[in-house]
Nanobody, 115 residues
Framework: QVQLVESGGGLVQAGGSLRLSCVAS????????MRWYRQAPGKQREWVAS???????NYADSVKGRFTISRDNAKNTVYLQMNSLKPDDTAVYYC?????????WGQGTQVTVSS
């Protein structure tokens, strides 16, 4: 069973930055892709960003140009650098790993952006 542990969330003012980390219990080299999702109160979970094993990245329109996803295979870690944060970015952020037809989720980390 793959375990994913997110960290780095917190309270930040609008315009600020945070970097989320997702550490996997085993090598992430084969996970393809790894993704970040978020879920705001009263809303459905939504996809935020993806990174493939070949480091191809993709972003939701709402975060494009502000967020950057990256991976460090040596550290079994995926990151989400979040800049120019807005109150609408407030949500629980979840890490997701995909291997063929299987996927795993972390427990989430809370990000709160104050106006």
């Amino acid at each position: 069973q793959v375990q994913l542990v997110e960290s780095g969330g917190g309270l930040v003012q609008a315009g600020g930055s945070l970097r989320l980390s997702c550490v996997a219990s085993e090598t992430i080299f084969t996970f393809n892709p790894m993704r970040w999702y978020r879920q705001a109160p009263g809303k459905q979970r939504e996809w935020v960003a993806s990174i493939t094993s070949g480091d191809y990245t993709n972003y939701a329109d709402s975060v494009k140009g502000r967020f950057t996803i990256s991976r460090d295979n040596a550290k079994n870690t995926v990151y989400l650098q979040m800049n120019s944060l807005k109150p609408d970015d407030t949500a629980v952020y979840y890490c997701n790993a995909v291997l063929v037809s299987r996927q795993w989720w972390g427990q989430g980390t809370q990000v709160t952006v104050s106006s």
